[in-house]
């Protein structure tokens, strides 16, 4: 609880979209991790463990609770940026300490508010992969989906929220676009396959057009946000609930206590428990 209960709480808060029920998902996830903590064998990291159980309890409290369907994302085609006449005006990154401050603070409103609006199937991949930072294969193995389901999702679900920044911030007169449509849709690509493996874009911004790197900027700005989103402490109250609930005898006999078997890769691997159906999305 001490190392993960914060991540948990910022991740329960982006599937929940409300403060309550994140508060109900967090003790359901770690009360189901106690009772169950004997299956888990420490083939994964218990963060991407707890994760899976997270998502799990996420989708039986959305069940229970659920109401009208949410309205469907629009099509990969439709969340791109069109060919118009303005772009948006992002500050140099020389800009001063306080621009820079405001934007981001601007740019966490809006991508909080975007993260609450996307349907589930979408807003469990991106909250898993951009939010809690797993790797795309952990993300495909909680959802019980194709790793390229998962960053299909991933992407479209980026640029809703980049969409939503960008009607957020200042704009100014674009030029003239610099070389064909396509050129810029591949770049596109290669963006989002760099922010999937969570490593450098391989082109310099000097060498894209203004209306690239008007692009390219907004991603690196809902993608910085997301990464807030997933930062945070247990909030005391919580944390005393919690306590209080490991404190209570468990219902029949009790039952010996094992040490998991440690994992003999470093590398992260979901351990949702066997047992159990993958859900899916």
Same mark, same amino acid.
Request: glycine share 6%.
């Given at each position: 609880?001490?190392?993960?209960?914060? @991540?948990?709480?910022?991740? /329960?808060?982006?599937?929940?979209?409300? #403060?309550?029920?994140?508060?109900?998902? =967090?003790?359901?996830?770690?009360?189901?991790?106690?009772?169950?903590?004997?299956?888990?064998?420490?083939?994964?990291? *218990?963060?991407?463990?707890?994760?899976?159980?997270?998502?799990?309890?996420?989708?039986?409290?959305?069940?229970?609770?659920?109401?009208?369907?949410?309205?469907?994302? @629009?099509? *990969?085609?439709?969340?791109?940026?069109?060919?118009?006449?303005?772009?948006?005006?992002?500050?140099?990154?020389?800009? #001063?300490?306080?621009?820079?401050?405001?934007?981001? @603070?601007?740019?966490?409103? #809006?991508?909080?508010?975007?993260?609450?609006?996307?349907?589930?199937?979408?807003?469990?991949?991106?909250?898993?992969?951009?939010?809690?930072?797993?790797?795309?294969?952990?993300?495909?193995?909680?959802?019980?989906?194709?790793?390229?389901? =998962?960053?299909?999702?991933?992407? @479209?679900?980026?640029? $809703?929220?980049?969409?939503?920044?960008?009607?957020?911030?200042?704009?100014?007169? #674009?030029?003239?676009?610099?070389?064909?449509? *396509?050129?810029?849709?591949?770049?596109?690509? *290669?963006?989002?396959?760099?922010?999937?493996?969570?490593?450098?874009?391989?082109?310099?911004?000097?060498?894209?057009?203004?209306?690239?790197?008007?692009?390219?900027?907004?991603?690196?700005? /809902?993608?910085?946000?997301?990464?807030?989103?997933?930062?945070?402490?247990?909030?005391?109250?919580?944390?005393?609930?919690?306590?209080?609930?490991?404190?209570?005898?468990?219902?029949?006999?009790?039952?010996?206590?094992?040490?998991?078997?440690? $994992?003999?890769?470093?590398?992260?691997?979901?351990?949702?428990?066997?047992?159990?159906?993958?859900?899916?999305?």
């Amino acid at each position: 609880m001490d190392a993960e209960g914060g @991540r948990i709480h910022g991740l /329960a808060l982006r599937l929940c979209g409300d #403060a309550e029920d994140a508060a109900d998902l =967090v003790q359901e996830t770690f009360l189901s991790a106690w009772r169950g903590w004997d299956g888990f064998e420490g083939r994964a990291q *218990a963060g991407t463990w707890l994760y899976a159980i997270a998502t799990r309890a996420c989708r039986r409290m959305r069940r229970r609770r659920s109401g009208a369907p949410a309205a469907p994302l @629009r099509a *990969a085609a439709q969340l791109l940026p069109e060919s118009g006449a303005d772009i948006v005006d992002l500050p140099d990154p020389a800009a #001063a300490d306080a621009i820079e401050g405001l934007l981001r @603070r601007e740019a966490l409103a #809006a991508v909080t508010a975007a993260v609450a609006e996307l349907p589930e199937p979408f807003r469990l991949a991106l909250v898993l992969k951009d939010i809690a930072e797993l790797p795309v294969a952990d993300v495909a193995r909680i959802l019980g989906l194709k790793e390229a389901t =998962v960053k299909t999702r991933v992407h @479209r679900a980026r640029l $809703a929220l980049r969409q939503a920044l960008d009607r957020q911030l200042p704009h100014r007169p #674009a030029p003239p676009p610099e070389h064909d449509r *396509a050129v810029c849709l591949d770049l596109l690509q *290669a963006k989002q396959e760099a922010l999937d493996r969570g490593v450098p874009f391989p082109v310099a911004p000097a060498e894209l057009c203004q209306r690239c790197r008007a692009l390219m900027g907004t991603l690196d700005l /809902a993608q910085d946000a997301c990464h807030q989103l997933g930062q945070g402490a247990l909030p005391p109250a919580l944390r005393a609930a919690l306590q209080a609930r490991f404190q209570r005898p468990p219902s029949g006999s009790p039952r010996p206590r094992r040490q998991p078997r440690m $994992a003999k890769s470093a590398s992260p691997s979901t351990d949702s428990q066997p047992q159990r159906s993958p859900i899916r999305a």
